[in-house]
């Protein structure tokens, strides 16, 4: 997507409205746990105010459904951008009303002010035209570098465009678009897209766009219980959506005729129970006893994913292979972690999608071994989809807009 970029402007004496993604994990005591989005956002950030611009920074955090819960507040995020930054960070108690304009019309070059949770009303959420309009007031420019919420037309990050003449992409969601278009649109082969997580319901669209574009496609997680259920087998108390077995045999057809190589876990691990001491077993996918429950893939199948993983030059990772919060099922989804990383040691391109599979690259420890890991796991869900996401369409041409 050919989009006007906070590289081709010149911020000056401009104020600067700038949708972020500061979601971050808080205590109980509201110290935040995890500050990688804060860090994430520091470029664009610092690109306004070193060229004199005054930053008005937005986001949400939680959700708090339209009512001002204070433990969500992003009061917190103020203190810690302020340190990241090594300048204060002004916050103002609302994200519109007085206290934001006035705030926002004092500020000087080079002054960075942080609105208050944008989700403690309910037009953003709806995209009122009114509450959108009333945030556009305080700027005089537009930049989006939330990819996480890019793909959710509110007011904060598709309505608030239609009242600006200029509407840019941070350096953020330019990373994104970039890893994740090449990915698709002209990847190094050989090309393997990873599947996991709980439902087929919530990668239904993803895999059926898949088929036209990788050459592999491993299936792992909860969902592949559905699939093996619609091939007959006996999964016992595993996971299953059995308003999607007819489908997963539509899917299953479809790979028969296909060029992809589709490939389904031949073991898994099971146990009776989902807890750190329950006894486990490693079972072939076509003998799990009826009283126990499949949660992770087995050694077998994590041996075969590494080797076609190893041998790939694009791999796209969306969900975890099984239940990686506990211990004893954790080998595949870590495992996958690990192959990765080696993969992108080796030279390919390695792409993961947010959401669990990003916690799992940073409980395995490879996090800066890993090519790109996507700030929005639903945006970069919808964008494998081939979906339009709406706070990406919003955004001005790079051509229609020359630079000042």
Excluded at 14 to 34: E, G, H, M, S, Y
Excluded at 198 to 214: H, M, T
Aim: net charge negative.
């Amino acid at each position: 997507m050919n989009k006007l970029s906070v590289k081709d402007i010149n911020f000056s004496g401009k104020k600067v409205l700038v949708r972020l993604d500061f979601n971050v994990p808080l205590d109980a005591d509201q110290n935040i746990t995890d500050d990688k989005r804060i860090l994430a956002s520091l470029p664009t950030i610092k690109k306004i105010l070193d060229d004199g611009g005054r930053a008005i920074l937005c986001s949400h955090l939680g959700r708090p459904k339209g009512a001002v819960v204070s433990k969500m507040s992003l009061e917190p995020v103020a203190l810690r951008l302020s340190d990241a930054l090594d300048r204060p960070v002004l916050f103002s108690s609302d994200c519109v009303g007085d206290d934001a304009q006035k705030m926002a019309a004092s500020l000087s070059d080079g002054q960075c002010l942080l609105l208050e949770n944008l989700r403690f009303h309910a037009e953003e959420t709806a995209n009122d035209p009114a509450f959108a309009k009333r945030l556009a007031e305080l700027a005089d420019i537009y930049v989006n570098d939330a990819f996480g919420t890019a793909h959710r037309a509110h007011a904060s990050t598709e309505g608030v465009t239609q009242f600006f003449d200029q509407s840019a992409a941070g350096f953020l969601i330019e990373k994104e678009l970039s890893y994740l278009g090449q990915a698709l649109s002209d990847p190094v082969r050989p090309f393997t897209a990873i599947l996991g997580g709980a439902k087929i319901s919530g990668k239904i669209d993803v895999i059926s766009s898949l088929f036209d574009k990788v050459d592999n496609l491993l299936i792992g997680g909860g969902m592949m219980f559905t699939f093996l259920k619609a091939m007959g087998h006996e999964i016992g108390n595993s996971l299953l959506e059995e308003d999607k077995i007819e489908l997963a045999g539509e899917i299953l057809d479809k790979a028969k005729s296909s060029n992809v190589d589709f490939v389904l876990p031949t073991d898994c691990i099971v146990a009776s129970e989902l807890s750190d001491t329950a006894d486990v077993l490693v079972v072939g996918v076509d003998q799990i006893p009826k009283d126990q429950s499949g949660f992770d893939i087995g050694p077998e199948t994590l041996k075969r994913f590494s080797e076609i993983i190893a041998n790939s030059k694009t791999i796209v990772w969306n969900g975890p292979m099984g239940v990686f919060e506990t211990a004893q099922f954790s080998l595949g989804t870590i495992g996958i972690a690990g192959q990765m990383a080696q993969a992108t040691d080796a030279g390919a391109v390695t792409i993961i999608g947010g959401g669990d599979s990003a916690a799992a690259a940073s409980k395995a420890g490879v996090e800066s071994r890993i090519s790109h890991i996507s700030t929005g796991g639903g945006a970069s869900l919808e964008f494998l989809e081939g979906k339009t996401l709406p706070g990406i369409a919003a955004l001005s041409e790079a051509q229609t807009v020359a630079k000042e």
